[in-house]
Nanobody, 127 residues
Framework: QVQLVESGGGLVQAGGSLRLSCAAS????????MGWFRQARGKEREFVAA????????YYADSVKGRFTISRDNAKNTVYLQMNSLKPEDTAVYYC????????????????????WGQGTQVTVSS
């Protein structure tokens, strides 16, 4: 079972930026698509972004499109989420997850299509 460890969260003012990282264990990282989800207090977990195994296909939730960028470095077994123009409503615990396939087939934001999850990193955006 792969282990995923997120880092890079913190407290930032509205309009600021953060870069989240998710480091994966094992040798098969490059065989799978990866995603980022977030969960605000009292709300359900929601999809943020996803990337295919090669990085050639990118997917974003409408709420973050144009502000967030997902990327990956398969040589480093790491997926990133660059977050710009942060808003207070972006405050949440952010999770990375490994999708069951190399490419996205079906609903990109379906959490049941992801089989491994990190422990999460807190992002807090102050107004």
């Amino acid at each position: 079972q792969v282990q995923l460890v997120e880092s890079g969260g913190g407290l930032v003012q509205a309009g600021g930026s953060l870069r989240l990282s998710c480091a994966a264990s094992g040798r098969t990282f490059g065989n799978y698509a990866m995603g980022w989800f977030r969960q605000a207090r009292g709300k359900e977990r929601e999809f943020v972004a996803a990337i295919s195994w090669s990085g050639g296909s990118l997917y974003y939730a409408d709420s973050v499109k144009g502000r967030f960028t997902i990327s990956r470095d398969n040589a480093k077994n790491t997926v990133y989420l660059q977050m710009n123009s942060l808003k207070p409503e972006d405050t949440a615990v952010y999770y990375c997850a490994r999708r069951r396939q190399a490419v996205v087939v079906g609903v990109v934001g379906d959490p049941f299509k992801y089989d491994s999850w990190g422990q999460g990193t807190q992002v807090t955006v102050s107004s």
